[in-house]
């Protein structure tokens, strides 16, 4: 596997290891089903690109990614899980067009995710996405604007760290 496409891989596969590990009180059985078909959905997605990248195809690598978002967005803004998952694929999806040179596109995910996601506050997802959104900024040489939302993902970072 390239070095490259390890970068890539590894977010998505923190997230989904990070969603099997939170820890939360009892949910009705129905939530509980959504919420793993949902994290099911996103691993079989970033399974399929994962092979994709092995086969050095980017292209269905990102179709996958773009699917996935699709799929996410029409579970719905009420769904906790599918926003947070939502984040991990456009942060995905943002470092695939970057790899590839689409900065402007890489940046123009990360921003529309970003717009829509404001209301998950401090929030892991929310921070990694920042950071992405900086890495696209500098790409385009706006180092300045990079600079502030590397920032913002270190402030969200830090007030993750602090909570109890």
Known sequence: MRPSTQ?????????????????????PLLEDHSRAALVALAQSYH???????EAEHPELAEAAMRELIDALHDAGRSNQTAWEL??????????????????????????????DGNSLGDN????????VRGDCLRALGRAAEAIEAHKQAILIFKRLLEQP
């Open 7 to 27: 970068r890539v891989i590894l977010p998505g596969l923190l997230v989904l290891a990070l969603l099997g590990c939170q820890e939360q009180g009892p949910a």
């Open 124 to 131: 892991i997802f929310v921070g990694y996405a920042h950071q």
């Open 86 to 115: 939502e984040l991990d694929a456009s942060t995905r999806l943002s470092r695939l067009l970057l790899e590839r040179g689409d900065a402007a596109a890489a940046l123009a995910e990360m921003e529309r995710v970003l717009a």
């Open 47 to 53: 399974v399929q690109a994962d092979m994709a990248l």
